[in-house]
């Protein structure tokens, strides 16, 4: 047998992917034959496992241990039912809370009726005046802001003109 085929048979041996027949074949191929150096390990562990005697399977091992996974099986599907039938209770619990909240708000809403707003003016030139009124109070606000804002400008273009003055000054003197 080739070195290549060997190598490949022991690659496939190690990840547990070889028949019976391979496996017997790496037997006899380290039993029978001279190794190179690089396969003197392997030759080795064949060795020792072929002087290791075969396990005795007890009679019924495979029968106690599919009962024991049946079992196992069982509780499991057991527990899982349990864990549901809770999960639809918490469900039917959190649904009728739900539904209580939304009929006690619906009720609530229902009996809490805001009133209309009344008109504050008896006559549409009562309400004209009292238009005009907070339209000019609203002018005169805004006229007052915007004076502020003048001045803020006025202030930051001093500052603007100070800075750059500054600056110049740096720069002329490192000339």
Known sequence: MKPDDIEDLLTR?????TSEAEEKELKRFFMEEEVSEDLLAEKELFLQ????????IPVGLEERLNDMIDAW????????????????IRLQWL???AASLLLL?????YLYKPSAPK?????????YMQAQKALVMLSSRLNKGMEEV???????????ENVYEQLNRINNTKQ
């Open 49 to 56: 496992l072929a002087a290791c005697p075969e396990p005795e």
């Open 95 to 97: 649904g009728s809370i």
């Open 150 to 160: 003048e001045t803020v400008q006025e202030a930051t273009g001093k500052i603007r």
């Open 119 to 127: 008109d504050t003016c008896s006559t549409p030139e009562e309400a």
């Open 73 to 88: 099986d069982m509780s499991e599907k057991r527990a899982l039912k349990v864990k549901k039938r809770t999960r639809i």
């Open 13 to 17: 041996y190690y990840e547990g992917v």
């Open 105 to 109: 708000f619906s009720v609530g809403m």
